[in-house]
């Protein structure tokens, strides 16, 4: 597959792509969807969820900084984008720390249609039943099979579920996509996962028929422009700058040239 196309798809489009988000990262993810070209908006109150759900491309939840408050209004959101038909991507930031946040990430999928589920290996591991910790929101050593892992979680929950690290993995119930681009410098910056679900976001919201492989463009693009910014760098505060910059400026010849996408 190519990604550039799902690339200009953003920015043709400009999806809004509503966040109920991490406040530790909650400027990166709006920044990183502006980047790209997407119109991101930030409204967590129970207030207003449901109506700016209704006027959004795509949801984007993250339980990195929940509350038990903070998921009522997720789940009011995803109600809401279930009723539009919009994609819900659901960022299970930290899943396997805590039973309280184990809770409330099933909660929020068994309240509404979830249709991607991104995180690393050991929280991925957790929402699909095994027996795994997380190390704060730091992935931990799994010893299953990460492909099998995905691929079941995919079918069971009628999805698509996405596993970040040095090779990520993005799988629905029939296809499998294997991104190899990025660079280690991305887990010295506070946020880069979470910016990983606003990218997604962004690329379903604006593709939504095929979500697996505008997951996977959307991560390859992401990661084609850290390798680009990792070059123009001397450590985390200057290569997260230059991160913005290479994704604003990425270019249909870096994409094609550098992306790592196999099945």
């Known amino acids: 597959m190519k990604a550039y196309p799902y690339l200009e798809a953003v920015r043709g489009k400009s999806p809004v792509v509503h966040h109920l988000t991490n406040w530790v990262t909650i400027y990166d993810c709006a920044q990183v969807v502006k980047s790209f070209g997407a119109s991101p908006v930030m409204a967590h109150a129970p207030e207003e969820a449901a109506d700016m759900a209704g006027i959004a491309s795509a949801l984007v939840l993250n339980i990195g900084t929940l509350t038990t408050e903070f998921v009522e209004s997720m789940k009011i959101a995803a109600k809401a984008a279930n009723n539009k038909g919009i994609p819900v991507v659901l960022d299970v930031c930290g899943a396997g720390a805590t039973p309280f946040r184990d809770r409330k990430s099933f909660e929020i999928l068994d309240s509404a249609k979830v249709d991607i589920i991104k995180g690393n290996s050991s929280e991925i591991a957790r929402i699909a039943g095994r027996d795994v910790r997380t190390r704060g929101v730091d992935a931990t050593e799994v010893s299953h099979d990460l492909r099998e892992i995905a691929s079941s979680l995919a079918k069971a929950r009628t999805c698509s579920v996405v596993i970040t690290g040095k090779e990520d993995i993005v799988a629905d119930a029939k296809a499998l996509y294997l991104v190899g681009n990025g660079h280690g410098m991305m887990s010295h910056v506070v946020?880069?996962?979470?910016?990983?679900?606003?990218?997604?976001?962004?690329?379903?919201?604006?593709?939504?028929?095929?979500?697996?492989?505008?997951?996977?463009?959307?991560?390859?693009?992401?990661?084609?422009?850290?390798?680009?910014?990792?070059?123009?760098?001397?450590?985390?505060?200057?290569?997260?700058?230059?991160l913005f910059d290479s994704i604003y400026r990425l270019e249909k010849k870096d994409v094609e040239a550098m992306q790592k996408i196999t099945t």
């Open 191 to 242: 946020g880069t996962g979470c910016m990983a679900a606003s990218v997604i976001g962004a690329f379903a919201g604006a593709s939504p028929d095929d979500l697996t492989a505008a997951a996977a463009a959307g991560l390859a693009c992401y990661e084609i422009a850290a390798e680009l910014a990792v070059t123009l760098s001397s450590g985390p505060a200057s290569f997260k700058s230059h």
